[in-house]
């Protein structure tokens, strides 16, 4: 049985405490996230920098398990035509997975929002990407878990599941983030320091 996860509606975490701990989660509880904490979420994203104040992004919230397993269908479909037509060298870890059927690109998480490009132009998807980390770090101190999933994006364009969202024709999927609560802790990792190429001075 589903259930409705409800979470802090503010953050409980400095924002570096959040750029740190954030993590790609793939594997999470089945409750939902609840619609506040959701309008919160984007209501961050929204506060993202965005050029000359366009702000032309725009959000769906899938979390209807039906819909999220048609995007994933749809997805596994589109991605091997490609690559088989134009026979892309694909990353041998996501080949077996997109050949594997009963794989769910969401990592059967309950919640999928998108983040659209209502509009084409030089830095519309810069800003949806800024929009896209806004919503990441505050869902991170919300003690949420998220993950890109770039795989979905041809599915998410794909005409028919446009038109069964109710997604305009003319939007373009940029940002698909799954969130949840993970089902363990998620691991630290590190990073390799900033490879500074330049730094000039009077």
């Known amino acids: 049985m589903v259930t409705t996860a409800t979470v802090a509606a503010s953050p409980s975490m400095s924002v570096s405490e959040?750029?740190?701990?954030?993590?790609?989660?793939?594997?999470?509880?089945?409750?939902?996230?609840?619609?506040?904490?959701?309008?919160?979420?984007?209501?961050?994203?929204?506060?993202?920098?965005?050029?000359?104040?366009?702000?032309?992004?725009?959000?769906?919230?899938?979390?209807?398990?039906?819909?999220?397993?048609?995007i994933s269908d749809r997805s596994h479909v589109l991605l091997?035509?490609?690559?088989?037509?134009?026979?892309?060298?694909?990353?041998?870890?996501?080949?077996?997975?997109?050949?594997?059927?009963?794989?769910?690109?969401?990592?059967?998480?309950?919640?999928?929002?998108?983040?659209?490009?209502?509009?084409?132009?030089?830095?519309?998807?810069?800003?949806?990407?800024?929009?896209?980390?806004n919503l990441m770090l505050t869902a991170c101190a919300m003690g949420l878990g998220t993950c890109v999933i770039g795989l979905a994006v041809p599915g998410l364009n794909d005409a028919q599941v446009k038109y069964e969202l109710s997604v305009p024709a003319t939007a373009t999927a940029i940002v698909p983030i799954i969130v949840g609560k993970s089902r363990g802790d998620i691991p630290l990792t590190t990073r390799k320091p900033p490879m500074i190429l330049s730094w000039k001075k009077a």
């Not at 409750?31 to 050029?51: C, H, K």
């Not at 209502?118 to 980390?133: I, K, M, P, S, Y």
């Open 18 to 70: 959040a750029i740190t701990k954030r993590r790609a989660v793939r594997t999470y509880l089945p409750d939902l996230v609840d619609e506040v904490t959701i309008r919160s979420l984007l209501t961050a994203a929204t506060w993202a920098p965005t050029a000359i104040h366009e702000e032309s992004w725009a959000f769906a919230v899938v979390q209807d398990p039906k819909m999220l397993k048609t």
């Open 80 to 133: 091997t035509d490609e690559e088989r037509h134009k026979h892309h060298a694909m990353d041998q870890h996501i080949h077996a997975k997109l050949y594997d059927h009963n794989f769910n690109i969401f990592y059967d998480s309950g919640t999928l929002i998108v983040i659209y490009a209502l509009q084409a132009g030089q830095f519309v998807g810069a800003d949806c990407w800024l929009a896209a980390e």
